[in-house]
């Protein structure tokens, strides 16, 4: 979930997050269990998803060449992985050293292609799979990419084996923040996802994370909530942990299964609970809102400390290189092969990785941003208007006067933000979201042979 950190505020562009979530418990009672709102907007936003994200097959060599004045962030996906864990739906392979490093040199000649189209980055992340996999690889791809772009931030995703002090040292320097998944540190969830064997137990996890705090500007580190076998003194727990390793931020997922991993996750842990899900949400927000500034529905920055926030939040668009990954411009979706193989061949022919796309329309842009800005904070409503040349009462006149009965938003100065209520409203859209980006994945893996992997 490159899912998805702060880069910076879209200055001058139509939409900035105001970063400015209330910052007290005041209205926590409201997040119920079996709440009447998240069951209409998860409802809505899985039609929404059947409807808008079936992608077409598309025969075109390169992207668009960028727009004046707009800014885009650099994605880049690394898909490989040393065990591949059940809940997963990312675009991951199982590593094999090869495949990885022709791989790598593919994605550093896309990333020269976005350069000879004009992009000009000042962000770049780095998700996977598991970035640091080969950090060689890694360093010689961040250093092509700021020779090539002015970058100010670098973000890199990996696991608990691949944050080792010599990896790190490669790192520092190169990356600006670090991403690492832990999901629990309950070692029978570890043993049920199939993390425990690759990853070791909690303890293990502990102690490798401690040697890592400090190592980077930004650590942050990725917990899941919501394992069927979880209650809420095991996430209590996790939180306690958490809160004495001190990271610099902190993302709570809550467990999303798309439908090819329903039945793995049902088979290996048991049925999610969304009542559940509710309430141990109430107590990620109790836990952490004490020491942590919440900078999206999901995502934790300790107080006082700069944020590098998801990347689809903060950047209107952005450019993604390398196999499955999405590209958003000028209101179109782009995706790239899910096949390994096939992404060779065309990089080899001087093509990037292109295969699928979907363009929408204004108001369908209009629904995406304001979902998309009250799930990292809140939304101006003057520049929005200004980016949608249309004031957002008007345009979205039916979905402000739901999120309004739903008590799930508030205005001051000219910002809306989300209530309490409202986070865990914008928590549960971007979770249904994430399922429907997920499920185009599933769409597209399930046409690759074993030659394409
Ligand atoms: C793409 S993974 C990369 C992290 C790294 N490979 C690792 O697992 O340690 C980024 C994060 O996505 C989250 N994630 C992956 N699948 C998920 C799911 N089904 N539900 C909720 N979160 C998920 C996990 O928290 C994971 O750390
Ligand atoms: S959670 Fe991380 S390690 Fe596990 S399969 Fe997904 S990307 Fe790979």
């Known amino acids: 979930m490159a899912e998805m950190k702060k880069m910076e505020l879209m200055e001058g562009e139509g939409f900035s997050s105001p970063s400015c979530l209330l910052p007290s418990l005041e209205g926590l009672e409201e997040i119920k269990p079996g709440m009447l709102a998240t069951r209409i907007v998860n409802r809505a936003m899985r039609q929404a998803s059947g409807k808008y994200l079936s992608l077409r097959p598309i025969d075109r060599d390169r992207l668009p060449a960028p727009r004046e004045g ?44 976005a350069y000879e189209l004009g992009y000009r980055f000042d962000s770049m992340y780095v998700g996977g799979g598991t970035t640091s996999i080969l950090v060689d690889e890694l360093c010689a791809t961040i250093d092509l990419a700021r020779e090539l772009f002015p970058l100010k931030e670098v973000s890199c995703e990996s696991d608990p084996n691949n944050i080792d002090k010599e990896t790190m040292a490669h790192l520092k320097g190169r990356v600006d923040r670090i991403s690492v998944g832990v999901q629990s540190f309950d070692d029978d969830i570890l043993k049920r996802v199939g993390r425990y064997e690759k990853f070791g137990g909690g303890e293990e996890t502990l102690s490798k994370l401690q040697a890592l705090m400090g190592a980077l500007p930004v650590v942050n580190i990725d917990l899941i909530f919501n394992f069927p076998t979880q209650d809420e003194k095991m996430l209590r727990r996790d939180l306690e942990i958490i809160k004495r390793l001190s990271p610099t931020q902190v993302t709570a997922y809550p467990l999303m299964s798309s439908p090819s991993v329903k039945s793995l996750i049902k088979r290996s842990i048991g049925d999610i609970s969304l009542d559940k899900e509710a309430t141990l949400y109430r107590v990620i927000l109790e836990e952490l809102l004490g020491e942590y500034n919440q900078i999206s529905s999901w995502a934790f920055s300790k107080k006082g400390d700069d944020i590098i926030d998801e990347y689809v939040v903060n950047h209107d668009e952005y450019v993604g290189i390398g196999s499955g990954s999405f590209s958003f411009l000028d209101g179109v979706l782009y995706t790239n092969t899910f096949s390994l193989k096939e992404y060779a061949t065309r990089i080899e022919s001087g093509k990037m990785g292109l295969s699928r796309a979907r363009k929408y329309g204004r108001l369908s842009q209009m629904q995406y941003r304001l979902m998309v800005g009250l799930f990292g904070g809140g939304v101006h409503k003057e520049s929005f208007s200004r980016q949608f040349k249309m004031p957002i009462e008007v345009g979205l006149f039916k979905e402000l006067l739901f999120l309004r009965c739903a008590g799930a938003i508030r205005e001051k100065e000219g910002v809306l933000y989300p209530t309490l209520k409202g986070k865990y409203l914008f928590l549960s859209m971007m979770k249904e979201f994430y399922i429907g980006m997920d499920t185009v994945r599933e769409e597209s893996r399930a046409r690759l042979s074993s030659e394409d992997m």
């Open 70 to 113: 707009k800014h885009y962030l650099l994605y880049a996906h690394v898909p490989f992985c040393s065990t591949l864990c059940t809940y997963c739906t990312f675009n991951r392979f199982l590593f094999e050293e090869e495949k990885a490093r022709r791989y790598f040199r593919s994605l550093r000649q896309e990333m020269k292609m």
